[in-house]
């Protein structure tokens, strides 16, 4: 059997410890080098509290596309970097699987761009856990017979970003199917600036940040005398881990850049 030859972007943080373990743990991905801020020319096995694994350790990412073959780059980063790799793993030809968020409209534009050119696959997920993907897909379904929605997303205080990638597709996929309305009362008033949260095409979209959260999210509908509230809860962090195997396995087969895992799974 031919491995999936693995790089990791960000193997020390929340997301990419655990993305160490699945591909430890799978028999078909195998990791082949890891790219970090620090650590150059060590081994993963040589960071305290790492598996055995006998990766090696890449502070620039062209010296790994260049030393280590791959097939797939797994990007757990920031926005900002995050970015810079997806474009590079492009043009060195290995397809990247990005948790990443904080991308803008116009990064996903050009990369999806640079990934036709290329001719390979790219997959770009906000949210790998399959209960965010349903509650994304319940919501858009929702949105077709409840025109009035807020979002609520809920996460840790370590989160960079904000609004959530999670939250900001969910507006999207609601966007979508709904028409473009201003909603609340027509001359709402906002005392303290913020105070409805953020918008987008009328959505209003509001981040909490709390020490002791992980990644939750609620989408509240309203309508005559009634109420709809889907919610989604991640416990811990290995909740994403059967999405990002998906997502490693499905990218192989692709040949364009996909948005959001709700395009892949059935
Ligand atoms: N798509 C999904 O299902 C999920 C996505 N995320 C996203 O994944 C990203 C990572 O989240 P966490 O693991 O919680 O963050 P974290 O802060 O724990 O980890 C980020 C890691 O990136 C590393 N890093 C920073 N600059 C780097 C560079 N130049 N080169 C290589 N590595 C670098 C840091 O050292 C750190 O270890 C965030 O954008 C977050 O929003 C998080 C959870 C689920
Ligand atoms: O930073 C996080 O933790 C998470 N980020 C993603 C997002 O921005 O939606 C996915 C999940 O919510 C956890």
Known sequence: MKKTRIILAGPRGR?????????????????VAAVDRIHEGKLISDLEGMPNVQAPIFTDIEKCFQTV???????????????VHTKKALEYGIRPVVGTTGFSE???????ELAEEKGIGCIIAPNFAIGAILMMKFSQM?????????????????????PSGTGLKTAEL?????????????????ILAGARGATYDGIHLHSVRLPGLIAHQEVLFGGFGQGLKIRHDSYNRASFMSGVKLAVEAVINIDTLVYGLENIIE
């Open 15 to 31: 997301m990419g410890k655990e993305a160490v373990t699945l591909i430890q743990e799978t028999e078909a991905f195998e990791l």
């Open 69 to 83: 073959e791959a097939d797939v780059l797994v990007d757990l980063t920031t926005p900002e970097i995050g970015r």
């Open 106 to 112: 116009a990064d996903l534009a050009e990369l999806k």
């Open 142 to 162: 929702a949105a077709k017979y409840f025109d009035d929605v807020e979002i609520i997303e809920l996460h840790h205080d370590q989160k960079l970003d904000a």
């Open 174 to 190: 609601i966007s979508e199917v709904r028409e473009t309305k201003k909603q609340g009362h027509s001359e709402e008033k906002e």
